[in-house]
């Protein structure tokens, strides 16, 4: 047995049906897409249909998190793979786009009719763009393709490969559960929206600019920098405001008896991460997790956030999507991009439910910028998104062209934020009490789809790597080989061309003599000895 939802049981039974060609997925954030489309790959694996899973998405720390789901299914995935072809104890890989998109050519004969892929965040997959073209290469010859995504569109308008639009360039998903649905079914968080509005004053050129959000007659150029000057942090009346308001917030809410309920700012660049950093330890009196992607521990911060007490993570973009922290309750947006893409996944962060607890509301702080009011009107319905042509300096990118990521621009030489007093406005979505804890369906499943409990083969196989390497190490110090010898004499024994390709028996079998080859050199140094 395992334990489904009902959205995911009717997922299954729409997959049943489906036997080539690609199948749009669209869920909700944290609705869990993730569990129909192992159990569906499980069915298939069972069933003799498929004898490879490949699973592609945005990032490296991804491709771990699903080796660890998948191997509750019984399905062993070799996370952050460069061969297409893992060991023999392999089900298939978990690998990135941009690995996909380098090796399309190499891996490209390697796919069969018996393989399925799965793409997870599939709007990262641009028809035009490398990253799609690459994916479309590399699969092009296995017929299924198991989309998954909870914002399946892109802010540049270009096609996703693999997904069918109808006549007016609208996306058609095979399985939709929109974010409604889910807050419906106490699956998802609703989320409180609170924009702050005052007076705003910037330098520009020569001239002093006053304006609040309200004012709509704003060139362009001056629009985006009464946003900069919202979310500057040197002015105590703005962007610092909207902080303490949150931490106060935040506070409320572990008092409520969420006790180690977290909050989120995402920010425009590592310095404005930094700056917010300092404003929130001098709020607060301690100081926030911060995470830039420049950080090579930046998912160890991620991870350590996830499962600790702190208050406060301080990050930039890169939380946006593939990050569960569910016990994040109160966030506030200071980040640059504005697209509809980036707002829907920077709220698909707070919607996350913990089990055994009611969906209680989180809360996204936010300056009150009239396209990101307009974004969090649209949050609770299903976004219909109307294809145009990508322009022409938009082809090879990979993803989103950064011009549409950040789209406010910084001009140092010619912009100064002077003067904020922001106040909350009229909350967008306060809504009643939060739904019950939702139930999920009890479904019948053959016995392999139930989730495994013992470790997942990757991590085995790293452990005995790790184990194998120190003995290595161990007996070169000892008898003078060196450790390509050591390495050579130890595949030649164990009947394996390298270790990247030995198996979980080839890997402990290596130990076993390794062992005995450091017993034998201490039973003669013993006997020496004496």
């Known amino acids: 047995m395992t334990v489904l939802r009902e959205w995911q049981e009717r997922a299954l039974e729409r997959l049943a049906d489906w036997d080539r060609d690609s199948f749009l997925l669209s869920a909700a954030p944290g609705a869990g897409k993730t ?79 018996r393989t399925l892929i799965i793409a997870d965040e599939a709007h990262h997959l641009g028809d035009e763009l490398a990253w799609g073209e690459g994916f479309a290469k590399a699969f092009a010859a296995t017929p299924r393709w198991l989309l998954l995504s909870g914002t399946p569109f892109r802010s540049d308008g270009s096609a996703i490969a693999g997904v069918r639009y109808d006549a007016g360039g609208m996306c058609i998903p095979d399985v939709s559960y929109t974010y409604a649905d889910a807050v419906r079914d106490g699956i998802c968080r609703p989320v409180v929206f609170v924009p702050y509005d005052g007076v705003l004053s910037w330098q520009s050129g020569d001239e002093v600019i006053e304006s609040s959000f309200a004012d709509s007659e704003l ?62 330890k001098e709020i607060t009196g301690r100081a926030p997790v911060v995470v830039v992607h420049t950080d090579a521990r930046a998912a ?79 949050v609770e319905t299903e976004l219909r998104h109307v294809l145009r042509a990508p322009p022409e300096e938009g082809l090879g990118l990979l993803d989103e062209p950064p011009a549409r990521r950040e789209s406010e621009r910084t001009e140092p030489d010619t912009f100064l934020a002077l003067d ?78 390298s270790v990247d390709v030995a198996t979980l028996e080839q890997l402990e079998r290596s130990i076993e003599l390794l062992q005995a080859e450091l017993d034998r050199i201490g039973r003669r140094r013993a006997r020496r000895a004496s």
């Open 420 to 497: 904020a007093d922001v106040a909350p406005q009229l909350a967008l979505f306060s809504g009643g009490p939060p739904p019950p804890v939702a139930k999920p369906a009890v479904v019948a499943f053959p016995p392999a789809v139930a989730p495994a409990t013992e470790e997942p083969v990757f991590r085995r196989r790293r452990r005995l790597r790790d184990k194998r390497t120190g003995l290595v190490r161990t007996l070169a110090g000892m008898d003078g080989r060196t450790y390509r010898e050591i390495n050579t004499w130890c595949n030649r024994q164990t009947k394996v061309d």
């Open 219 to 280: 060139s362009g150029r001056e629009a985006s920098r009464r946003y900069r000057t919202a979310i500057s942090t040197e002015l105590a009346d703005g962007l610092p405001r909207i902080l303490r308001a949150a931490d106060e917030r935040l506070a409320e809410v572990r008092s409520g008896g969420h006790k180690d309920a977290g909050g989120l700012v995402v920010t425009a660049d590592g310095g404005h991460a930094r700056r917010v950093a300092a404003v929130l």
């Open 35 to 113: 569990i129909p489309s192992l159990a569906f790959a499980r069915r298939l694996l069972d069933a003799g249909v498929v004898t490879r899973v490949h699973v592609v998405c945005p990032t490296t720390p991804l491709t771990r998190q699903w080796a660890e789901v998948a191997g509750r299914f019984g399905i062993q995935l070799a996370p952050d793979s460069e061969e297409l072809h893992p060991p023999r104890d392999f089900h298939g890989i978990a690998a990135t786009y941009a690995r996909v998109a380098s090796s399309a050519a190499r891996w490209a004969p390697q796919c069969g009719a």
């Open 300 to 378: 160890a911060k991620l991870r350590a956030f996830g499962a600790g007490r702190e208050r406060w993570i301080v990050a930039v973009n890169m939380v946006s999507e593939g990050v569960d922290i569910p016990r994040l309750r109160v966030g506030v947006y200071a980040t640059a991009a504005k697209t509809p893409l980036m707002f829907r996944q920077i709220v698909g962060r707070f919607v996350r439910t913990l089990a055994g607890r009611p969906a209680e509301h989180s809360y996204l702080f936010l300056p009150a910028d009239r396209l990101l009011r307009s974004h969090a009107a649209e």
